[in-house]
């Protein structure tokens, strides 16, 4: 499995998620997904089984992942997602996110894109989606996707300290409970 991208992107005043994985040689596919408040909004499958005997194949889907990705941004900053925005936001919510860009005196029509806070510290140089990436700027308590609960530890290695520290716990559960019940009755 081959590291994704994460970008969060401001369009029409309100903030985005769009997020592109690779689910594995098991099942080898690419899947994008554009992320308003935890709710997809839209999604792009790729299936790459054809490339599988490939002889650098993780280039191939490391390549396929930044095009795919980069895709789903420029839909969703043309003006592709609009139509289910206004379903699942309402007219009215997307007007206010026009009104509030306007009223914060930019009336630029660029959105503006951040980068994923949790991004590995030996990630490569950025992808073409990511390179127009600025500092993040949420407005009234907006929280990024994922904000507060990503890692830069692989999760094997998360998994793997949590594991242990349960280990602990219930050892040290063990050892006073044992310490209770060898107490001389006073």
Known sequence: MITGANTNVRYRGIL????TEDSGRANPHIISHVYHGGTILGTHKTDYSDHLEA???VGVVRGMIEEQ???MLEKLQSGGFDEVIAERLGDTAVDAGIEAKGSQGSQESKPDTEPEANAPA????PTPARKA????????????FGEGIGSQKPLDEVILEYLAEKARE???DRTSTAARKNRPAG
């Open 16 to 19: 985005f998620h769009v997020q």
């Open 55 to 57: 002889e650098d194949l």
């Open 69 to 71: 990705h980069a895709s």
């Open 122 to 125: 030996d990630a490569e140089q």
């Open 133 to 144: 990436a600025t500092a993040p700027s949420t407005q009234r308590g907006e929280r990024t």
């Open 170 to 172: 219930r050892t040290a």
